[in-house]
């Protein structure tokens, strides 16, 4: 079968590919934020291979930067904490820097909102 892949316009394409991550790979994605989980390092690549050319490469980096830069997210990246991979397995854990920089950019974007509300 020969597909085009799929091209973003807009934000919902966006909420599309993170819906299609949730149900191709349950035991990894969430569409809630609240039940994300870090996932392992170099996801991309395997998602890339998964998906062949029925995604396109920046929908899926689009999709995926949006996912790891979610709040639900950012808020689970803490030291210590379990990686998965795309089967649910355990695949590394956040390490003390790379929860440094989540709670950084959680910190930058409520720091946006609240300026966006003033």
């Known amino acids: 079968m020969n597909t085009v892949p799929m091209m973003l316009t807009d934000e919902n394409d966006v909420a599309h590919v993170i819906e299609l991550l949730a149900r191709r790979f349950p035991r990894s994605f969430s569409v809630a934020e609240k039940d994300r989980r870090p996932l392992k390092v170099g996801v991309y690549y395997e998602l890339l ?34 990686r998965i991979g795309l089967g649910g ?9 790379e929860a440094k920089f989540a709670r950084k950019a959680r910190d930058r974007i409520k720091d946006a909102k609240r300026i966006r509300r003033s």
Do not use: H, M, T
């Open 49 to 82: 291979e998964a998906f062949g050319d029925s995604v396109g490469e920046f929908a899926l980096s689009a999709a995926l930067g949006s996912y790891c830069n979610s709040i639900g997210y950012l808020k689970r990246c803490r030291q210590g904490r379990v």
């Open 89 to 97: 397995e355990p695949a590394g854990a956040v390490s003390a820097a």
